[in-house]
Each structure stands twice: as C-alpha cells, then as structure tokens.
C-alpha cells in the first residue's frame, strides 16, 4: 500500500483524532512537486530551490583585505632587538578592482583597500590605524606593538563559500540571504519547483461580498481573505473562486471549476454537522471522503477528501477564527510538503507564565490566542486577548502567538507557564 492511501485506513476513530496525529496522516498524503522551472534569482524569492546549488567556484575567488590598511610580510617588520618601531617603503596600492600588479620587495609594503587582491608575497595587512605615514606618504612606521599576528586581516579564498560544495539545499524555500548568496556565486536562473495551484471559495448563504450591501442576517465574508493573503504569504498560484451558495447543485459546480484549474481546492463553511453530508456526497461521486472532526478547539469540524486525478480538499471550518488556525496548523505544512519544501519549519514553541486565567475543559487541544511579551526579570509572559469565540477575527488580529492548551488541560490560572507558539510573518 503506497503511502497515499494509508490516509484512508478505519483504524482510527473520526471523532477523537488528536491534531498531531491528522497532521501526520495529511502529510503522509501529499507527494512533493518533482516539476522543475528555471527562474531568474530577481524573481525567485520564496519560491521551493528544486535541486541543490553548488557553488562552481570559490567565494571569494582571491585572497583580499578585510580593512583599508597597509599588506606587508610580516618577517619585514618584525623591529631588531632594542627597537620599538620599523619603517616600511611604499610600493604600490591594491585597490578594490585593481590588483597590485608589481612584486613587494624585502621591506616594501603596499597600500591597500577592503576587497582588494592581497599581492602574493604579502601575508599580513595592518589597519591604516595603527599606521603613521610620513608626509611624502612612501613610507609607514609600525610600533612594535600594534603589529598584528600573521594573516590578519586577510579573507582567504573560499572562506564564505568553497568551490564544489553545496551551497544551498534542494527544498529550501528562497529567502533573501538566499538570492543574495545565488548571485554571489554567479547564477543568473536558479531551478525552482512549479506554483502550486490552489483554488478556495467560501460557502454560506448568509455570506454577503464585500462591495455588496448585506441584507438582515447576512455578514460579510471575511475567509476568503484571511485564506487569499496566507496562500499569497506561501507563494502559490491562487484562483478566488468567490461565495457559494449551500445547495448541492452550486457546490458541485464549484468543485468542477475549482478541479479544473488547482491540484488543492480550500473551501470554508459548510463542514460542521448537518452541512457535511452535501460536501461528503459530492466527494463521493467524485474522489473519495475522509471526514474528521479533529479533537481541536477552534476547528473541530474539518475534512479532507481527494477528487480524482490526485487534487487534495481540505474543507475548513466557517468561523473566522477556525479557519486561521486550522489554515496554519495543518493546511499550510501540507501546502509546503506538496511544494517540495524540506524539512518543514518547526514550530517555535517556548514557556510563558499566563497572566491571566485560562478558560478550558479537558478533551480538545486548544489554540487560544494571546499577546506575549517579556516580564521585567526576563522571562516570557502572556494575556490571552479576551473572549476566544471561533468567530471572532479580532482575537487573532490582536494576538502576536497562540497559546497551546494540550487535550488533557481543564481550567488554568493565573501564574502557570504555559507552551506559546509565536506568530510568524505568515499570520
Ligand atoms: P458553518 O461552518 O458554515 O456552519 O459556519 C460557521 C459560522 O461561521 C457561521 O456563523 C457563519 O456565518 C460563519 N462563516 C462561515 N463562512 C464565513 C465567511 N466566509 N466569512 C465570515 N463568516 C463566515
Ligand atoms: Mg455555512
């Protein structure tokens, strides 16, 4: 059995499985991109690196200067005994682009700027410093004891980067550093993974778009938003296939569309019980169902299903705030498992004392949201936002981490520590 369809085994019980436990099975449903496309680096930030980048030469090329000073070799100036200073000619100047293209004679020195080639016979540079020059600037004077130890100074070939090694991995998803590093090397195209496709649309006949003046009962949808600026954050090629409406007849026709131009569709709303069965039905004729309700608080309510021709759902939950966090939490890694990212980033978790009490009862894991910051002695501290209904998108627009309440926890006071998982950029 591949390790696709082991996604699809009934040992588990749909209603109890722990959020670790459907992350893992979701990620060991997704198969990396193996397509390759050749970029140019100015437009390949955040984009997945598809094969491993060698550096094709040393970095630096040369040995150069680390300072604007004085290359010498050092046995020169080393001052006789009873001396305290020795006095060095000037030859010659290596300037950042123009090498000293003469030799150093016993004695001599060369003036010489930051990145400029060390001439051959140098082995030391001195700062300019800790220098005197004379005023017919030939020649320099060293005290005894400002002469550095051999070698300062000097930045040797391949200190950043050897010749042949790897200078990026496979997997990586392109930060600045990266594209900075590329062009380093001399690359002008880096292979890259394909966009991932990704189509989502809300569902709900209460849902009003924005622009449109929403009639009694109806809210604005706020999804479509939060979900359009997270997959832009991930870099994919998103398709907005705006607000369905709860019939069966609109759903399928959004799931064809969404099918024929994405290979992941995100839907939001229409998954909690008493909705399911129009989702599940639609699946079932055209890919197959696994539904879950994942022990997590928000976001209990949430399916993941395959339509033929391998393009994964993932239908979250309506409530605003359940979409984030189910979004971050499982969608988002598997998003980047399917992009080819590797290894996935780790979640930073770290210890903060709760200031205020914690409302909770035993069974779901919780993701509530919180404002951390650092007490006076140092340590970290956290104030949940306030109320933590599912619905409300102002809790997460306030908070700056999760705070991670684990299936067992009841209620928490004041004063605990507790396990805060910070936001990244992406929320
Ligand atoms: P549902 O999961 O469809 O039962 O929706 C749960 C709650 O989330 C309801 O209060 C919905 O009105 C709300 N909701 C669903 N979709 C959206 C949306 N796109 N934007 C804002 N609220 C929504
Ligand atoms: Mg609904």
Request: include cysteine; charged fraction near 20%; proline fraction near 7%.
């Amino acid at each position: 059995m591949t390790a696709s369809h082991s996604i699809f085994c009934d040992d588990y019980d749909p209603n109890s499985l722990s959020i670790q436990e459907a992350s893992q099975r979701i990620l060991d449903a997704m198969s990396p991109s193996q397509g390759v496309e050749w970029l140019p680096i100015k437009s390949s930030l955040g984009r997945v690196l598809a094969k491993d980048l060698v550096s094709p030469h040393d970095v630096p090329a040369h040995r150069n200067s680390a300072m604007d000073g004085y290359a010498f070799r050092l046995k020169d100036a080393r001052p006789g005994s009873g001396q305290a200073e020795v006095k060095l000619q000037l030859v010659g100047v290596s300037a950042a682009g123009h090498p000293f293209l003469g030799q150093i004679p016993s004695g001599g020195a060369v003036r010489i700027m930051t990145g400029a080639v060390v001439p051959e016979e140098a082995d030391t540079v001195i700062m300019q410093e800790r220098v005197s020059l004379n005023d017919q600037k030939d020649q320099i004077t060293i005290q005894a004891e400002s002469l550095p130890q051999i070698g300062a100074n000097i930045r040797l070939p391949g200190e950043d980067l050897k010749a042949q090694v790897r200078a990026l991995p496979a997997g990586r998803a392109l930060r600045p550093a990266d594209i900075g590093l590329a062009a380093s090397l001399g690359l002008a195209e880096v292979p890259v993974r394909p966009r991932l496709r990704v189509a989502f649309f809300s569902t709900g006949d209460e849902l009003c778009s924005i622009g449109h003046t929403p009639q009694v009962g109806q809210v604005f949808d706020s999804n479509r938003y939060t979900l359009f600026s997270m997959l832009e954050k991930l870099n994919v090629d998103w398709h907005d296939l705006g607000v369905v409406k709860d019939s069966p007849e609109a759903l399928e026709n959004a799931f064809q569309r969404a099918t024929e131009c994405a290979d992941v569709i995100i839907s939001s709303g229409g998954v909690s019980v008493g909705d399911a069965d129009f989702v599940r039905g639609i699946l079932d004729r055209l890919g197959r169902t696994v539904f879950w309700k994942i022990a997590i608080k928000p976001g209990r309510p949430f399916a993941y299903g395959q339509f033929t021709g391998n393009k994964h759902f993932f239908g979250l939950p309506g409530n605003p705030v359940a979409v984030m966090v189910t979004f971050y939490q499982i969608v988002r890694p598997a998003l980047m498992r399917l992009q080819g990212r590797h290894p996935l980033p780790a979640p930073l978790l770290i210890q903060a004392q709760t200031r205020t009490p914690l409302k909770k009862m035993p069974g779901r894991f919780e993701f509530q949201r919180g404002i951390l910051s650092r007490a006076e002695n140092g340590d970290y501290q956290v104030d949940a936002t306030g109320e933590q209904g599912s619905g409300m998108l102002s809790s997460m627009s306030l908070a700056n981490c999760f705070i991670r309440l684990p299936e067992s926890a009841g209620k928490i006071e004041a004063g605990s520590w507790v396990e805060v998982e910070p936001f990244d950029e992406s929320l």
